[in-house]
Nanobody
Framework: QVQLVESGGGLVQAGGSLRLSCAAS????????MGWFRQAPGKEREFVAV????????YSADSVKDRFTVSRDNAKNTVFLEMNSLKPEDTAVYYC???????????????WGQGTPVTVSS
């Protein structure tokens, strides 16, 4: 079965950087977009960023677009989220997702990872 496994989360000070990784396995992802979502305690899960299979097109939420960069390594079926200038408000569990581009944009990906927590301290 398809599995998405996130890694790279942890504790970082405000202003610091962190890179998250998501490894996909168990399926063919050549036509899939890969995205990132996050959910803070007491809040709804929100969209962060998405990237096409080719990597030619990306889209990020306004809250992170100037600080976060999404990329992918297709040979390893892995997507990354480079987070810079982190703020305490970025604290959340970050989830990897995969699916058709339009479904990811609609917040309806076909597959979810288990999440990796990110904590940004002041």
């Amino acid at each position: 079965q398809v599995q998405l496994v996130e890694s790279g989360g942890g504790l970082v000070q405000a202003g610091g950087s962190l890179r998250l990784s998501c490894a996909a396995s168990g399926g063919t992802f050549s036509s899939y977009a890969m995205g990132w979502f996050r959910q803070a305690p007491g809040k709804e899960r929100e969209f962060v960023a998405v990237i096409t299979w080719s990597g030619a097109r990306t889209y990020s939420a306004d809250s992170v677009k100037d600080r976060f960069t999404v990329s992918r390594d297709n040979a390893k079926n892995t997507v990354f989220l480079e987070m810079n200038s982190l703020k305490p408000e970025d604290t959340a569990v970050y989830y990897c997702a995969a699916g058709e581009w339009r479904k990811v944009l609609q917040r309806l990906p076909d597959y979810w990872g288990q999440g990796t927590p990110v904590t940004v301290s002041s």
